[in-house]
């Protein structure tokens, strides 16, 4: 394997020899290799090949060769210099043909078969001393073109004929092809492709005003025969915590409680049932805890004129209505028992206790959501309003405020004597409509007109979706209700094919007069393209109809 220290040496087709020995002597490896161009050149000569190994020797070099032609590895070999197939591959001394002849020192490679290279090989003696009387002529030429004195050497050496460069007039036949291909090109564009004309008609319209109910929901496709256009929305959400004021009262006190008996003078079982209402002498109501069977009364009749009875009795607990200290100390009779059962307290009644604390209540947390609105909604609306684009009718009337995952603590009814707070995520809706699908509505809603009314020569030349407004706007779920107010412009009905059509190969005046005399046309220009263009090509792809309006 080559050493991946040696100097590797490029050699270019325009190097000469004397180049060549310069390189070899600056390389700062002591391993050299040479690795010639296709075109051989100047070590196609045996001498210079010698005088390379003359100066690789000198400076104590180790000069290899790296070619595969084995015209140049035979010279190599007669030169003593060792030959590589490639880089990677190990230089080896290709050994010469015992027929050797190297009577002449210029090879030209491209003309001299292979066997002719192994002739020279072996010169004779004379042949030594002229190659010798060349390498010193040749290092003269190098000293004398350092010194200055390249001029009389130059006049005593042989002059070689100029090859010309195959690459050069190979580059020159590219470009000059490349050219021709573009200006074919260019005559082809300018004839099939480029040519075209813009007929420009500016039409007299008339303006038709709008002026109808719609609904604006995001929910809902633009739809004429509905009146709805489809709404843009944007929405956001924040976090949102505050301090609730509670305005309730609870009362979280005990009540009384005692014993009702009850006594039944009837010959029949009376009962009772739990929750029934009790009220005392003093007008307080007081509730069983159970229910109760009052026995009949009994009757005892020793004889006609002697009869006494007793009346049934039983006794049921009772609690007082509500909370409070007032229930206590209830004494006397009770009213509210069944018929012929009469009742009274066992005893007074006791135990009642009167306590009030604060609490939040429904319309205590309604009333701090209305604050969080008014604390936040102009900025968050004026937020929502820059996310829409410019060609948005912002409808500012259906900005909307709802509240998501709210909460109270304490909660609703607790005891809330050192205040509550509220939490909630209050979430805000804006709507718009893009003036695109205003346009949508307005056409659909006139050629609804047209159909209706019969018209069949005047169609739309501007919506007015640009200058669209929406009045008397209120809120509705998903967008708004809203009086769209547009104006549109309204003219004569032109079919642009048949205009493309009759302009075929006519001249700028011809298609003037052709298309003015089209009622509600107020004015015709033709632009060509390319500029030498005069006539309307006859195709329609290459033809354009715009169209103008002149208002009233």
């Not at 290092?139 to 009389?152: E, F, I, N, T, Y």
């Not at 006594?263 to 159970?290: M, P, W």
């Not at 912002?394 to 304490?410: C, H, I, M, R």
Request: hydrophobic share 35%; charged share 25%.
């Amino acid at each position: 394997m080559a050493d991946p220290k040696h100097d590797i040496i490029y050699i270019d087709v325009e190097d000469d020899i004397t180049s060549i020995i310069g390189k070899v002597k600056a390389a700062k490896s002591d391993t050299v290799s040479l690795v010639p161009p296709k075109r051989i050149g100047v070590l196609q000569s045996a001498v210079n090949l010698r005088l390379l190994e003359r100066t690789a020797r000198l400076g104590k070099k180790k000069l290899s060769l790296v070619t595969n032609k084995s015209s140049l590895q035979a010279l190599a070999g007669s030169a003593g210099i060792p030959v590589a197939k490639n880089l990677q591959a190990e230089p080896e001394l290709t050994k010469p043909s015992a027929s050797n002849d190297d009577s002449d020192d210029v090879i030209d490679g491209s003309q001299l078969p292979v066997g002719e290279h192994a002739a020279k090989l072996h010169p004779t003696k004379a042949e030594q001393e002229d190659a010798r009387g060349d390498a010193m002529a040749a290092a003269l030429a190098a000293g004398a073109a350092k010194s200055g004195l390249s001029s009389r050497v130059a006049a005593k050496s042989k002059k070689k004929p100029k090859v010309p460069d195959f690459n050069i007039f190979r580059k020159k036949l590219i470009l000059i092809g490349l050219a021709v291909l573009l200006i074919i090109g260019f005559i082809l564009w300018s004839i099939f492709v480029a040519p075209h004309a813009t007929i420009k008609i500016a039409a007299k319209t008339n303006g038709e005003s709008i002026n109808t109910p719609v609904q604006l929901l995001s929910s809902q496709d633009t739809n004429a025969a509905k009146s709805t256009i489809r709404a843009a929305v944007e929405s956001s959400s924040e976090e949102k915590t505050m301090e609730v004021k509670p305005t309730g009262r609870k009362d979280v006190g005990e009540k009384a409680g005692g014993t009702v008996v009850f006594e039944n003078t009837t010959l029949q079982d009376v009962t009772l049932q739990a929750g029934a209402t009790l009220e005392s002498s003093g007008g307080l109501k007081f509730v069983t805890g159970e229910g109760v069977t009052i026995p009949r009364g009994s009757v005892n009749c020793p004889n006609i004129f002697n009869c006494s009875g007793s009346p049934g009795t039983a006794s049921v607990s009772v609690v007082a209505a509500e909370n409070g200290s007032k229930y206590n100390a209830a004494t006397g009779q009770v009213s509210g028992g069944p018929s012929g059962v009469s009742g009274s307290f066992e005893g007074p009644t006791s135990g009642g206790v009167s306590k009030f604390i604060k609490v939040v209540t429904e319309a205590d947390v309604q009333a701090a959501k209305q604050d969080l609105v008014k604390q936040s909604s102009a900025a968050q609306r004026d937020a929502l309003k820059a996310k829409f684009g410019t060609d948005i009718v912002v409808l500012t009337e259906s900005f909307a405020v709802s509240y998501d995952k709210t909460s109270v603590s304490p909660a609703v009814g607790e005891d809330a004597e050192n205040g509550a707070t509220l939490k909630t995520t209050a979430k805000y809706q804006l709507y718009g409509v893009s003036r695109d699908e205003v346009g949508k509505f307005v056409e659909a809603y006139m050629q609804k007109q047209f159909k209706d009314e019969k018209v069949t020569d005047q169609r739309i030349y501007e919506n007015g979706s640009k200058g669209a407004t929406f009045q008397d706007i209120t809120k509705a779920n998903s967008g708004a209700k809203a009086t769209l107010v547009v104006t549109a412009q309204i003219g004569p009905k032109i079919d642009e094919e048949k205009i493309k059509q009759a302009s075929h190969n006519m001249r700028y005046g011809e298609v003037q007069q052709q298309v003015q005399s089209i009622k509600g046309v107020e004015q015709v220009d033709v632009k060509f393209f390319p500029f030498w263009l005069n006539t309307v090509p006859s195709d329609n792809k290459r033809i354009t109809v715009e169209f103008s309006i002149k208002n009233d």
